[in-house]
C-alpha cells in the first residue's frame, strides 16, 4: 500500500510556511528521483528546491573591496537622462518665477499681481525670448566638454573611475537635440560671439581635421581655404576694429576661435581628465548663475512712458511698465517701485522705450549686420528699420 508523497514545507508540515509567491514563466529543473520540483528538500531560506526564483529588477555588481556597490550601465544611463530632462525643464520654470518676484521689488502683494495678470503662455514666451542666448550657452558648453570628456574617458582602462558628469550626458542626448541647441544659438546669439561655436561645434561631434582627407597636402590646402574664406568674409569689419584701436576683444572673439578649432578634437591626457571634470562642472555652474543674474533681473512687461494729465492741466510723465488696463484704470509698475492706478480718461500719450542693454556698445559691422544683433534681431531691423528714440524715453527716471 503506497502512500502519497508529504510536501516538505507545506502546511501539514513542522516548518515554517513560506509566504506565497507568483510565478515566474521559467524552466524548472527536476532532481532525480523526485517527481515534482516541491518534492524536493528545502533551501537555506525555506524555498522548496527547484522552484525558480526572479532576477533582481536593478542588477548591481558589488565591490567586495571597497565595500561600494558599482550600478549597471543601463541605470547609470537612466539615471544621467532622467537628471538631465529634469534640468532642462525646471531651470527655465525656476527662473520665471523668480522674474516676478525681481520684476515686483520683492513685494508679496505686486508679485502676486503679475502672477495675476502676466499668464504662463506670456511669461514663457518673455523667457524664451530673453533667456534663450543662456539656455542655448549651458547646451552648447555642456555638449561640448561632455563629448571632450567621454572620448577622454573611453582611453581610460575598463572600470577605472566613474564617467564625468558631463560625459554622461553627451552620451544619452540624441543627435537632434546637440544640433538643435547649436542652431538655437546661431539665431540668438550676438554676431560678436558666433565665431565661438566653431569651437565648440568641432568639440561636441569630434571632427578632427584627419576626416577632411586622409592625404595630409589635400588635407592643408582644405584647412587653409577654410579659413581664407572666413577672413574674406570678416575683413572688412577686422579692418575696421584694427583702425579703432579699441576693440582688442572683437579682433580675438573673430580671429582666435578658427585657430582653435583644429585642435580642440581629441581625448585628453588621462592625468588631467578627473580635475578637469570637477573644474568645468563647478566653472560652468558658477557661469551660468553669474549670467542669469541680469536673465533674472530683465524686466518682464515692456518698458513704456505714459503721459497723464488733464485737458488743461500739467502733464506727467509716468515710466514704467503696464500690467493691465480696463475700462477703469492703467495699473503701471513704476521704474522706481511701486504700483499706480491711473485712470484711463486721464491718459493722453503713451510710447515705447528701449532699455540700457539694447543700446549698442560697438560701432562694428559684418555685413550690414551689427556685431551686437543676432540674426534674427538683424533680420528683424531689415523688415522693422530702428525708430528714433523719443524724447520722453531720455528723461532719467
Request: hydrophobic share 50%.
Amino acid at each position: 500500500m503506497s502512500t502519497a508523497p508529504t510536501t516538505t514545507g507545506g502546511a501539514d508540515a513542522d516548518g515554517p510556511v513560506p509566504p506565497p509567491r507568483a510565478s515566474v514563466p521559467h524552466e524548472t529543473t527536476t532532481v532525480p528521483g523526485v517527481d515534482s520540483p516541491l518534492d524536493a528538500a528545502p533551501d537555506a531560506a525555506g524555498w522548496p528546491a527547484g522552484v525558480p526564483v526572479a532576477a533582481p529588477a536593478e542588477p548591481v555588481v558589488a565591490d567586495v573591496g571597497s565595500g561600494r556597490v558599482r550600478w549597471d550601465p543601463a541605470e547609470r544611463r537612466a539615471r544621467a537622462s532622467q537628471s538631465f530632462w529634469t534640468a532642462l525643464v525646471g531651470v527655465p520654470a525656476i527662473f520665471s518665477v523668480l522674474r516676478l518676484g525681481v520684476e515686483a521689488g520683492g513685494e508679496l502683494q505686486t508679485t502676486l499681481l503679475l502672477v495675476a495678470n502676466v499668464g504662463p503662455v506670456n511669461l514663457l514666451a518673455g523667457f524664451l525670448t530673453t533667456a534663450a542666448r543662456l539656455l542655448s550657452t549651458g547646451m552648447v558648453a555642456v555638449f561640448a566638454l561632455g563629448a571632450v570628456l567621454a572620448v577622454s574617458a573611453d582611453r581610460l582602462p575598463p572600470g577605472t573611475r566613474r564617467r564625468p558628469l558631463f560625459a554622461r550626458w553627451a552620451d544619452i542626448t540624441p543627435a537632434w537635440v546637440v544640433l538643435a541647441s547649436f542652431l538655437l544659438a546661431l539665431i540668438t546669439w550676438p554676431l560678436l560671439y558666433l565665431p565661438l561655436l566653431l569651437p565648440a561645434f568641432v568639440a561636441a561631434f569630434q571632427l578632427r581635421p584627419a576626416r577632411l582627407h586622409e592625404r595630409v597636402l589635400p588635407r592643408l590646402l582644405m584647412i587653409v581655404a577654410l579659413l581664407a574664406g572666413y577672413g574674406w568674409l570678416l575683413l572688412p569689419t577686422l579692418r575696421d576694429a584694427a583702425e579703432q584701436g579699441d576693440e582688442r576683444l572683437v579682433l580675438v572673439l573673430l580671429v582666435v576661435p578658427p585657430l582653435l578649432a583644429l585642435f580642440i578634437a581629441g581625448p585628453l591626457p588621462g592625468m588631467v581628465i578627473r580635475p578637469l571634470a570637477s573644474v568645468t562642472e563647478v566653472a560652468m555652474l558658477a557661469t551660468l548663475v553669474w549670467a542669469a543674474v541680469p536673465v533674472i533681473s530683465t524686466p518682464v512687461l515692456p518698458l513704456t512712458v505714459t503721459t497723464v494729465g488733464t485737458e488743461n492741466g500739467p502733464a506727467e510723465d509716468v515710466r514704467g511698465h503696464v500690467i493691465t488696463t480696463d475700462d477703469v484704470n492703467m495699473v503701471i509698475l513704476q521704474e522706481r517701485g511701486g504700483v499706480r492706478y491711473v485712470p484711463v480718461d486721464l491718459v493722453r500719450a503713451q510710447v515705447l522705450c528701449p532699455t540700457e542693454e539694447e543700446l549698442p556698445r560697438h560701432q562694428l559691422r559684418i555685413h550690414d549686420f551689427h556685431v551686437e544683433d543676432s540674426l534674427l534681431e538683424g533680420m528683424g531691423r531689415r523688415v522693422r528699420p530702428v525708430h528714433r528714440i523719443d524724447a520722453a524715453c531720455r528723461t532719467p527716471a
